[in-house]
Nanobody, 124 residues
Framework: VQLQAFGGGSVQPGDSLRLSCIASGGTVRALDMGWFRQAAGKEREFVAA????????YIGDSVRGRFAMSRDNRKNMVFLQMNSLKPEDAAVYYC??????????????????WGQGTEVTVSS
């Protein structure tokens, strides 16, 4: 499986942005997919995850109510809709996938495959 994330950019506080992640060599519906972010000088942080199949979604505490994750099975893509962006949301965002469904969706170490990251900048 290969993942490619895109859609990052520079926005102002309060703006919205949608990140996309396209998978090749695998089917997103058959994988657990996650979004993580890493700001400069900080550890990688869980943002959102979606389980395979029916697609239960988990959202990180710091973005709950503002971010949403979705999936398009036909396009083999997952998305991260980010609303009401804050300066503290600025980071490199990564999509990732894991093949095991019996390990935590919240831990970055659970994920085997990572996309290259897309940068989000939030400033006025």
């Amino acid at each position: 499986v290969q993942l490619q994330a895109f859609g990052g950019g520079s926005v102002q506080p309060g703006d919205s942005l949608r990140l996309s992640c396209i998978a090749s060599g695998g089917t997103v519906r058959a994988l657990d997919m996650g979004w993580f972010r890493q700001a400069a000088g900080k550890e990688r942080e869980f943002v959102a995850a979606m389980r395979r199949g029916l697609g239960s979604i988990y959202i990180g505490d710091s973005v709950r109510g503002r971010f949403a994750m979705s999936r398009d099975n036909r396009k083999n893509m997952v998305f991260l809709q980010m609303n009401s962006l804050k300066p503290e949301d600025a980071a490199v965002y990564y999509c990732a996938s894991k093949s095991r469904d019996d390990i935590s969706a919240y831990e970055s170490d659970s994920y085997e495959i990572w996309g290259q990251g897309t940068e989000v900048t939030v400033s006025s």
